[in-house]
């Protein structure tokens, strides 16, 4: 398969350019970044010296369509709606990881106050919940955070047991990009947690829009998201309020017969840690009854930049071109 | 004043002296650990090398008591409750700093699974929430979760406005203690964000008590606590469900009324941070009103070892004593 | 005492204001800081909510020296040697936290490659090395590198001992500013470590001047700092290498003579630690003598922003106001 | 390959699981673990569940050997002396990662102060100095410091240039093992860095045998480790003093000849930094000349578990066999 990126000098281009070179299948013919342009991707991206050696190019899409199969867009949201129809237009399959076709056109208009320029249908690409990306020639790659939230309260969501849901979401700071910032600088963050946007965070609609596909009943659905002093993961803390008070064990076959066959996620007794998942597409999954309540806590713990980005972009390319779920990315985290 | 500690080589009993040596009144007349007995207390608490120049001592609790006006129990739970009877037998004001006496003895005896040998009635040391702790000889100073989820949601539950809340609090893992486990074992801890006791905290106890102590009818009362990348500090993200929606400036009147003279809360528009009151006495306290919801988010941040620890015990005994609230206690945090 | 600080918006600035507010003696009378006209102070320093309430001012150096028995200048290098000569013109005692007055004039502008509009002599203000601070009117505050490095080296430099010695230093972050940048960003600093300017660091200037004065055939001084993911402290691993073996008694008595009733000196028996001295004045020195080797490794443990800077600014003042030299600043570090 | 691991359950044994794994020519046939005997493998690493189907057996080395192509051991110094023999003696290839091997047998004894049982010559297997790895049957895996070190220096020691070096090194805490111990306790290891055997670490005397092996002249060799708050890499800042003035230049030319063709070896300009070889086998290496000095400040960057550990035992593997040296380690770190 022949591979093009555009956008290649943030971070989920970084980690997308980390998980193709590992790929068997995958064969990068274009990296662009405007900024960068001429520059080694090895000299931003320096953990991959010797492992690739190219530029940065600054193209437009169709010629990056012209060298590709299939091309990845990671750019900011309202770009990739600039770039998605041209490159569509040129006949190559695409992924694109911005927000611009996670939602209906009319939700994302009012989520990021902006006009749509490309109304398009598009698959929400977590294959978990969506096996017809297999078919498509365009997937919308989801955020972070809804990855994390949406996969750890789906199967309660199908079962039609939730009342009412609380995401109370921990993430590492690079899911705020490569960027220097107040937020991200080193004496702010350090020994410190962030809750921000406490009711306003835009991922949520995309959450919302998973949860009510699964129960059209479902009308509580909270999210806070929080930074915390860690690079990669995200935490989804799901507080899950159910309608009827089930056994663990019940519990536990609905996620079980929910996930069956799912090869990233894993369903843990005990609780999931960051740890066990950094750098890697796993999707860990543990949860709590609560004695006397109808509370059940479920924790998933995924890496914001694998399975939340360029690990999930990379398992709907193998399902886009009938390759094995798994290729290129059945590789364990790094822990310690 | 002249002062003992029992149990002084742990983080509390650090936090203890370290703020001690800092207050107009404190004389420190003794400070007790069996394991360190002969040993220099700064050998232990190495910042406080020139600043204090005592040895832990072995002692009984009358001999404490007969050089003391006050002493402070930081023993493990199980412990204070053969120690504080001595102690309050021979006259000496007391501020316990374990878990023995915050609850009611039969709510005690059930979380802990543990017999009381001295069931008495103490006031729980939250002073902003017990101002009677003035008059009192005894004290049982709270544990520090339940001093950051009480103060987020004291005020809307006074005002007999909750219908539902969730405590999802984050701590800094010095609240674990300074014996090495596996918990604090740097490579575990780094990067990570460890939930744990996910709805069997029992620190959820103490939570429960204040807040139906000031409703009654609160009935959904939830906490979920994790550890943190951090060694100082308690966040705590409150969600509260409200029977009816209030406009933001209606719930910064309930604040700001239920907290005037409160000299250690800090009212804040904007989200508090654990750097802003690392290391100081405060609480800083901030919220966000989501629209179209039931659902208020109550941000707080206190420093566990102080507002959350030995601060708060050192405020109680400005109290008891007379003495103005924040004497030896009006210091910023250390920033950054 | 009433004081100004002109440049207050920064971490120095800062943390002159964080010791200054538990001063017994000092009145802070102007605040300035042109980006900041008009804000709250402690809209930026958060931790001092409550504790100051101040606005940033705008002010000629005139008009803050009118209202002042002392000005503090936190601003950079290059700047300080506008607003200094006003300053001192206008009869207020000044400590210029920048670099300005530190070193001989050619040293300087070859150093900083900028030339000096006001070459002055001023006395540098480390107290442990220059007790002639105290007949004052004007110092020049050291760079925080330097501090730890001297104060390591300086007995045996005085002793006459050292054939060679290398600096390899550490500091936290935030003796980089408050900016943003690159290197503090936390992805880039977390789990990392960063040496830069490896040989070419313009605090080997004052490290050379300090130890020459105390040793002038000393010829070989190496300077490499680091940076770590760290907020604060400067851990500087001094490898001396002496021109006759001595004994780790001997050596102890030479450090033991040399800062014999310096009361911010601490030396231990062991390895000195950040831990043991983040926010305080204290300077924490150990030692090894490498068996059958020319070697000595003398550790120092600093607060980069306390000893490092605004504390020691601080002690100064203390000194050229005749006070206590320990004045607001004893205090022990916050650990853990 | 059929591979056995005798030790499995520390930190080297788990990434010599995680990398064998990706390896395509190897076989895991037998992971041992006294204390964990019985459990799966996945419940001690976490990140390994679903990659790995084992479980942790109590085995003789005869029966490890007898499953086996070649067998690595992972177990504590003085322990790998009782099993080696056995191994060897059962035909099967070995490499020890323990230290029992790497030194002549009078120094070892010396160091270590341990009586040697099986005194036996084994090639120190860093590979990139000792090509002569792929004939042996038997590899002394080196240990993580004296591999960051001795790649640092060695080209400039192989030129007869050096006239004194100071290795001042900086780990991640990893390297101190999965134990939870005060120094790896996080409220000790955060916002902190701990210098520990100043003189007198056992890692200095490979140090040693390796430089003067290239260099028999070479004398005054130092070195003092520290552990940093991060959990992997090794950060080598090496102080050279050289018999002669060489251009930046000149020194370049003698790394690029000495490193050609040495796949693992990356020589960059500017600052290699952890950062960029983070669960990677690469060796990062820039310099710096001092002008008007005898310095050269050497920068040596490396992954502790990988390349100085289970990476460089996997590309001893590699050679010993006849495969690429970089079969299954030509995988990038993970950034950020």
Not at 88 to 116: N, P
Request: contains cysteine; negative net charge.
């Amino acid at each position: 398969m022949d591979i093009g990126i555009i956008g290649g000098s943030g971070y989920t281009g970084g980690e997308l350019l980390r998980l193709l070179t590992q790929h068997p299948e995958a064969n990068i013919k274009a990296v662009t970044s405007r900024s960068s342009k001429g520059q080694k991707v090895s000299d931003t991206h320096t953990h991959l010296r010797k492992i690739i050696d190219m530029e940065f190019e600054d193209l437009a899409p169709e010629d990056v369509a012209s060298r590709c199969d299939i091309v990845f867009t990671a750019v900011p949201h309202g770009t990739a709606m600039q770039v998605v129809p041209k490159l569509l237009g040129a006949g190559v399959k695409v992924i694109d990881l911005s927000a611009d076709y996670r939602l209906k056109t009319e939700v994302f208009e009012k989520t990021y106050k902006l006009k749509h320029t490309d109304p398009r249908t598009a698959v929400y690409g977590i294959p978990e919940l969506h096996p017809e990306v297999a078919q498509q020639e365009f997937i919308a790659n989801p955020g972070c955070y809804p990855t994390g939230a949406s996969l750890a309260a789906a199967p309660l969501a199908d079962a039609g047991l939730i009342e009412r849901v609380v995401f109370d979401s921990k993430s590492g700071i690079s899911g705020a990009g490569a960027e220097p910032t107040e937020v991200s600088h080193y004496p702010n963050m350090a020994e410190n947690i962030q809750a921000y946007k406490l009711t306003t965070h835009r991922h949520r609609a995309e959450i919302v829009q998973e949860l009510t596909r699964l129960d059209s009943g479902l009308k509580s659905i909270s999210f806070t998201p929080h930074v915390i002093p860690s690079v990669r993961g995200i935490l989804t803390t799901a507080h899950i309020f159910v309608k009827k008070q089930l056994s663990e064990e019940e519990i536990g076959d609905i996620y079980r017969n929910f996930y069956q066959d799912k090869p990233f996620i894993r369903l843990i007794k005990g609780i999931p840690m960051l740890g066990g998942v950094r750098g890697s597409n796993f999707c860990d999954i543990g949860f709590e009854v609560e004695k006397g309540s109808d509370r059940i806590v479920v924790i998933s713990a995924i890496d914001n930049l694998v399975k939340g980005a360029s690990g999930q972009a990379i398992q709907n390319m193998n399902l886009m071109f009938g390759l094995d779920e798994t290729a290129g990315l059945w590789t364990p985290g790094v822990a310690p």
